[in-house]
């Protein structure tokens, strides 16, 4: 149900053949790989995120358990993501636009804001037993749909055609220093 381009990494990004990629195994507990864009990374995480949500949905109604556990690995996966973009990728679009309170990374953190009271509202909702929380779901997939295509179709390939590939680099070598939820 998603505008946006038609998938082409399988549901574990580690194992995509259509990006080349190289691993990075200084991150504890998961694999990640090195895109050749942060477009093609970044688009293969939100995929990632996208099929997690979805499998918390389909365990909600009869594996309730489950599903708490797969939404809070949703949960913190989307926190990660969240930080990468905000402390790391961001902050290389600002230096070369000048944009730091306007524009588009200004809109990406207000609904970066937006998505956090979701994933709060819904994980107090679980953790307390209560799983009617379809409305709240529906909420944060709405969301997220528009988040991911405007950061999809113009904010990451724009940073894919500023950046250097040593800066690219060094994006990725910054985003394996972040600590994962396990780590």
Same mark, same amino acid.
Request: with cysteine.
């Given at each position: 149900?998603?505008?946006?381009?038609?998938?082409?990494?399988?549901?574990?990004?580690?194992?995509? @053949?259509?990006?080349?990629?190289?691993?990075?195994?200084?991150?504890?507990?998961?694999?990640?790989?090195?895109?050749?864009?942060?477009?093609?990374?970044?688009?293969?995480?939100?995929?990632?995120?996208?099929?997690?949500?979805?499998?918390?949905?389909?365990?909600?109604?009869?594996?309730?358990?489950?599903?708490?556990?797969?939404?809070?690995?949703?949960?913190?996966?989307?926190?990660?993501?969240?930080?990468?973009?905000?402390?790391?990728?961001?902050?290389?679009?600002?230096?070369?636009?000048?944009?730091?309170?306007?524009?588009?990374?200004?809109?990406?953190?207000?609904?970066?804001? @937006?998505?956090?009271?979701?994933?709060?509202?819904?994980?107090?909702?679980?953790?307390?037993?209560?799983?009617?929380?379809?409305?709240?779901?529906?909420?944060?997939?709405?969301?997220?749909?528009?988040?991911?295509?405007?950061?999809?179709?113009?904010?990451?390939?724009?940073?894919?055609? @500023?950046?250097?590939?040593?800066?690219?680099?060094?994006?990725?070598?910054?985003?394996?220093?972040?600590?994962?939820?396990?780590?």
């Amino acid at each position: 149900r998603r505008c946006r381009r038609p998938r082409v990494a399988p549901s574990n990004p580690c194992h995509a @053949q259509s990006m080349r990629t190289r691993d990075l195994t200084d991150i504890p507990g998961e694999c990640v790989m090195k895109a050749e864009t942060i477009s093609g990374y970044y688009a293969a995480d939100h995929d990632r995120l996208d099929e997690l949500f979805a499998r918390y949905r389909s365990l909600k109604a009869n594996e309730p358990m489950a599903a708490r556990a797969t939404f809070d690995e949703f949960r913190s996966g989307l926190q990660r993501h969240i930080a990468w973009e905000e402390d790391i990728l961001f902050p290389v679009f600002e230096s070369y636009t000048g944009m730091r309170h306007s524009g588009p990374t200004a809109v990406m953190r207000a609904e970066h804001r @937006q998505i956090e009271h979701c994933l709060d509202v819904i994980g107090k909702g679980l953790h307390e037993g209560d799983g009617a929380t379809d409305d709240d779901d529906a909420r944060l997939l709405s969301i997220l749909e528009s988040h991911n295509f405007k950061e999809e179709q113009v904010l990451y390939p724009a940073i894919d055609h @500023q950046v250097t590939t040593g800066e690219r680099d060094e994006v990725f070598d910054r985003m394996a220093r972040v600590p994962g939820p396990k780590d």
